[in-house]
């Protein structure tokens, strides 16, 4: 089954074309990403698998401009990997927030739509976003069906009393206030890959995966359900980030709005786009610069990535702790796959859960690998994500269903 797996943002979108033979075995035909969608002037990056790298700049105003250039790029003569776009056979969509309603992918519906709409308001950066790509796909694709795949869903198995705020009740009757957690794409895919890797059971296991990159968050996976994660009502809450703060006092909030006058969206913003690594070493939101930084003696950089050790480190400590012990450790995402350092450091404050650490092991490869000693207790691993080929599955699966 050829699938198009879309993951639309506010201002671009990124693409993968995937030959789904089965869960385990497909091929990846063409991949790319749609950059400055509103702006003067838009960008298109496309790379059909053994062919050249195909990028265009053009005008691209709306979403559906640019689902239209991926599509004009998936049939191209020369770049191209499809001779007519009926070839495609269904369309994937990671949709951000599922709130409540979902606990696992969707065809997409009417109805659907509706409650993707409801949760815009708790997620108003992304689900406008994905809407406008789904919207797109109908205009363009109308007779081939898509499914939403939902990133708070795999933590819709948490307990009320991990997900719950000690807030007045009527908050969450009104306005469901409560942790949904993100990322659940990625945690769900590592810890089943992870759990096989080191030879686990994963239903009677208990796994603590660290998705880290410009956002971060970790989970707590006890029998292949997650039952707590870093993030909360927003992708805000948990470990520093890139450009997010992560947790901090609320008064702080409040505090530094009537200090400097700012509006609740004025706050919002410091908080989401001006603070984590940004924000604190004041160098800038990508780690890699700030090892660089660091290397060269910067403080405020050494004091940013020190924090970032501290917060995994505590997470991880705190979850061992809720599940009674944890059996594997598994680092994913841009930073957790390619910083050796991180792990090291993280690493480093685990001895006393068990965890011997194999120093020659822990080389960035872009592989997935085992990163302690035969005869450690705990097993930590490095293991690569792959969120587009979860969203491939769970749509062929979907619609294979729908067509029996």
């Known amino acids: 089954m050829i699938i198009l797996v879309l993951n639309c943002g506010s201002s671009s979108l990124k693409y993968q074309l995937l030959d789904m033979k089965n869960d385990d075995v497909y091929d990846l035909m063409a991949k790319g990403l749609v950059e400055r969608i509103g702006m003067e002037s838009g960008c298109i990056k496309h790379q059909a698998t053994g062919k050249e790298k195909y990028v265009k700049e053009m005008p691209i105003p709306d979403h559906t401009v640019g689902i239209k250039a991926v599509l004009e790029a998936l049939i191209d003569s020369e770049y191209g990997v499809l001779s007519t776009l009926e070839d495609i056979e269904a369309v994937g969509h990671r949709v951000v ?38 919207k797109a796909v109908t205009e363009a694709l109308p007779s081939v069906p898509q499914v939403g795949v939902f990133d708070t869903a795999f933590h819709q198995t948490m307990p009320a009393y991990a997900y719950m705020y000690a807030l007045p009740y009527e908050y969450y009757d009104k306005y469901r206030i409560r942790r949904y957690g993100f990322h659940g794409t990625s945690h769900k895919f590592v810890s089943e890959k992870g759990a096989k890797f080191a030879g686990l059971d994963l239903d009677n296991s208990k796994i603590i995966t660290c998705h880290l990159g410009n956002g971060s968050s970790i989970t707590a996976v006890a ?55 940004l924000g604190l070493s004041c160098v800038s939101s990508d780690a890699r610069d700030l090892n660089d930084a660091a290397n060269a003696g910067d403080p405020k950089a050494k004091l940013t990535l020190k924090k ?33 350092r991180l792990r090291r450091r993280v690493c480093e404050n685990l001895t006393y859960l068990g965890v011997k650490f194999d120093y020659e092991a822990n080389v960035p490869t872009g592989k997935d690998m085992i990163i302690t000693l035969p005869d450690s207790k705990v097993k930590v691993a490095v293991i690569t994500t792959n969120e587009e080929l979860v969203i491939a599955r769970d749509t062929m699966h979907i619609v294979m269903n729908e067509n029996e």
């Open 308 to 340: 970032l050790v501290y917060d995994v480190t505590k997470y991880i400590g705190a979850y061992a702790a809720v599940m009674n012990g944890v059996d594997l450790i598994v680092f994913t995402g841009g930073i957790g796959e390619n910083n050796s």
């Open 97 to 134: 927030h599922g709130g409540e309603e979902f606990f696992c992918s969707k065809l997409i519906d009417d109805e659907v739509i509706r409650q993707i709409i409801k949760c815009s308001d708790i997620a108003p950066l992304h689900n406008p976003a994905n809407l406008l790509g789904i």
């Open 223 to 277: 029998n292949g359900k997650s039952i707590d994660t870093s993030m909360g009502f927003t992708p805000l809450e948990g470990v520093i980030m890139g450009t997010r703060c992560g947790n901090v006092d609320p008064d702080v909030i409040t505090y530094i709005q009537e200090k400097e006058h700012l509006s609740a969206e004025e706050m919002s913003r410091v908080m989401n786009k001006k603070s984590g690594f």
